[in-house]
């Protein structure tokens, strides 16, 4: 199976550019020149040198000998929550900011969930010394409090998103309607692999860094680049796919994500795409959308602020269908305890949606040979409230 993106924007059935007619030159200008300016040594140089020295990777691929125990076969995590920022967001937004620079861009805007990819965002811009905005739903900025005076220090302006959910979704919406006002000097950072094309594509591709380096740190201790799973949380997509993208076409790596089930798929407070949603158009792509039957977006729910999103990445969305990645549903509940339990087992404390990652390794039939690579998206230090109050 080919899972890279056509030339028409495509994974399949899914992907494209349903975009206004305003930004139809920015896309298209985009599109015509990411994949020429990336393949520069100017940029690659850049870019390396930024994650290398700025950013900290290599990320290392830690052997978590309690947990392994635990469950009964070998568990490596992927630790980008030592990354610069907290979280994988990081290898995004420097790529980007180049992308901003090269194309002269004087301002740059940002949607965020969890704020992480705020707080990656609104650093690239102090780093580039670029003009930030970065929009969050209102209820985010209340649960992700610390992330939002990260983003004010680093100089951004965080601007609430009072509709609707108050949630990413939201955010991601009035994010589009500033970029359609502010076309001409504006660059959009999005921070997952969603939206129109050819922002999938571009942001799959720079965060391939973390499977590149799975597969060489993999050999070095193991002997074989090829794990038996590699699991990933996914809400649009974006760290999954850096942990996923070089094992596409490897079909003896089984890929598994967790997606967020909140209080059950069938509560009516869940963002399980991937079991109750449909073909359908959100954010500028075709994709499997949470939608009633006249296309009214489902509002969704989790206990992560990064992963209520009503729809997943249109590449998911052809992983899926052609079953190349297994979805496994994870509660509230399953992520909290499984989040608690690795702060206890290995002294680390996961971001909650990292923590469905983890939650799903008591659900897969291992045997005591398994190797399997959970990617640690992001340190918990904002959650730090999710998790003391959660079970009070």
Same mark, same amino acid.
């Given at each position: ?46 870019? #390396? #040198? ?43 937004t420097i790529g980007q900011i180049l992308l901003a620079k090269h194309l002269g861009k004087t301002r740059v805007i940002a949607e965020t969930g969890a704020g992480q990819h705020g707080v990656a965002t609104a650093t690239v811009c102090a780093l580039a010394g670029i003009d930030c905005v970065i929009y969050m739903g209102e209820i985010d900025t ?20 009072? #509709? ?27 921070? &997952? ?14 965060? &391939? ?27 649009g997509g974006s760290n999954a796919t850096g942990a996923f993208y070089h094992y596409l076409n490897t079909p003896e790596v089984k890929l598994i994500a967790a997606e967020a089930s909140g209080k059950g798929v069938n509560s009516g407070k869940t963002a399980a795409t991937s079991v109750i949603g449909t073909p359908g158009i959100i954010h500028g ?56 339990? +690795? ?10 949606? #990292? ?5 799903? +390794? ?6 005591? &040979? ?23």
């Amino acid at each position: 199976m080919n899972y890279q993106v056509n030339e028409n924007g495509f994974y399949g059935e899914f992907g494209g550019a349903y975009i206004p007619e305003m930004l139809h030159h920015n896309i298209e200008e985009l599109k015509n020149c990411y994949l020429e300016i990336m393949q520069k040594e100017s940029f690659k140089q850049e870019f #390396s #040198s930024l994650l290398q020295d700025y950013v900290g990777r290599p990320s290392p691929l830690y052997h978590a000998k309690r947990l392994s125990e635990k469950i009964g076969a070998k568990v490596y995590l992927k630790r980008e929550d030592l990354n610069h920022t907290g979280a994988h967001k990081i290898n995004n937004t420097i790529g980007q900011i180049l992308l901003a620079k090269h194309l002269g861009k004087t301002r740059v805007i940002a949607e965020t969930g969890a704020g992480q990819h705020g707080v990656a965002t609104a650093t690239v811009c102090a780093l580039a010394g670029i003009d930030c905005v970065i929009y969050m739903g209102e209820i985010d900025t209340q649960r992700q409090a610390p992330n939002v005076e990260r983003m004010k220090l680093l100089g951004a302006e965080v601007k609430p998103a009072t #509709s609707g959910s108050k949630t990413l979704k939201d955010a991601t919406n009035e994010a589009i309607q500033d970029w359609v006002r502010n076309a001409e000097d504006t660059f959009y950072i999005i921070g &997952s692999v969603v939206g129109p094309h050819p922002y999938p594509d571009l942001v799959a591709r720079l965060q &391939s860094v973390i499977s590149e380096e799975i597969k060489k740190q993999l050999t070095e201790k193991e002997k074989t680049p090829n794990p038996d799973y590699i699991v990933a949380c996914v809400g649009g997509g974006s760290n999954a796919t850096g942990a996923f993208y070089h094992y596409l076409n490897t079909p003896e790596v089984k890929l598994i994500a967790a997606e967020a089930s909140g209080k059950g798929v069938n509560s009516g407070k869940t963002a399980a795409t991937s079991v109750i949603g449909t073909p359908g158009i959100i954010h500028g792509s075709k994709t499997m959308v949470m939608q009633t039957e006249d296309g009214q977006i489902i509002e969704p729910y989790s206990v992560s602020a990064g992963l209520d999103y009503p729809g997943v990445g249109p590449l998911y969305a052809h992983l899926h269908k052609e079953k190349r990645v297994e979805f496994i549903t994870i509660t509230d509940d399953e992520a909290i305890t499984a989040g608690i339990e +690795l702060c206890k087992l290995e002294g680390i404390i996961p971001a909650v949606e #990292s923590a469905h990652a983890l939650a799903v +390794l008591d659900k897969l039939a291992t045997k005591a &040979s398994d190797i399997i690579v959970v990617n640690l998206s992001g340190r918990g230090d904002k959650d730090l409230n999710t998790y003391t109050n959660y079970f009070n």
